[in-house]
């Protein structure tokens, strides 16, 4: 079956550095590729999401690469402020919402401390 | 504009005991709807999906149900918990359109003694 799995646990940077958060996939089927973000004791929040077709999407300080030769996908976070820690997960979807229900895969997560 | 509710937030239950949790979306009509439970540390496990009323997809074997009895209504349910049920219950939905977003409810966090 399908797998997404974050190259590490957990990283920590200093603020005001730029941050880079792995993810490798297993479906060269998926739409979609999603990053979201989860502080403590609360749901999930959609960060940055980008098309099987595409390479790259820049939104506000954040970067999202996808590499489909070898199915990785990285985060970049510019700038990095004591609340972008949290920890985040890379997804990935197949089909969208009228297909295949929109079902999306999650990994394990990254878990972001940013140091003052 | 869109919400999601989830309750209740927290609750202790001992073993053999029933479930409910509740989700409900306002602001959007005839959304997907998705279950999923999250174990400590780890990644999102989907439960359970619903493309529309009444209509219940299950992701995993499990000790769990769930059920759709109104457009924007999810429920979570067991007739009897078990230890592993214990986790973080998180409810989405997803809008139609060019996205991959799901949008998550605040979560429950069960526990099971």
């Known amino acids: 079956g399908e797998s997404v799995g974050l190259h590490l646990p957990t990283l920590s940077v200093q603020e005001g550095d730029n941050s880079i958060i792995n993810c490798a996939y297993s479906?060269?089927?998926?739409?979609?590729f999603i990053w979201y973000k989860q502080e403590s004791g609360k749901g999930p929040q959609f960060i940055i999401d980008i098309r099987s077709n595409m390479d790259k999407r820049q939104g506000q300080r954040v970067t999202v690469l996808l590499n489909k030769t070898v199915k990785h996908l990285s985060l970049q976070i510019a700038a990095t402020q004591p609340g972008d820690s949290a920890v985040y997960f890379c997804a990935e979807m197949k089909g969208s919402r009228n297909t295949n229900a929109g079902k999306s895969t999650f990994g394990d997560g990254t878990t972001l401390t940013v140091k003052p | 504009s869109q919400t999601i509710h989830q309750w209740p937030a927290t609750l202790v239950q001992p073993v053999g005991s029933p479930l409910s949790l509740e989700c409900t979306v306002e602001?959007?009509?005839?959304?997907?709807l998705y279950w999923y439970r999250q174990a400590a540390g780890r990644g999102l496990q989907l439960l359970f999906y619903?493309?529309?009323?009444?209509?219940i997809s299950s992701e995993v074997p499990q000790n769990l149900s769930a059920s759709r009895p109104q457009d924007r209504q999810f429920i979570l349910s067991s007739k009897k918990l078990l230890l592993s049920d214990s986790g973080f219950y998180l409810c989405?939905?997803?809008?139609?359109?060019?996205?991959?977003?799901?949008?998550f409810g605040e979560g429950s966090r069960l526990t099971v003694l």
């Open positions: 619903s493309v529309g009323i009444g209509q």
């Open positions: 602001g959007t009509s005839n959304p997907n």
């Open positions: 479906n060269s089927a998926s739409d979609y």
């Open positions: 989405a939905w997803r809008a139609g359109g060019n996205t991959g977003e799901l949008f």
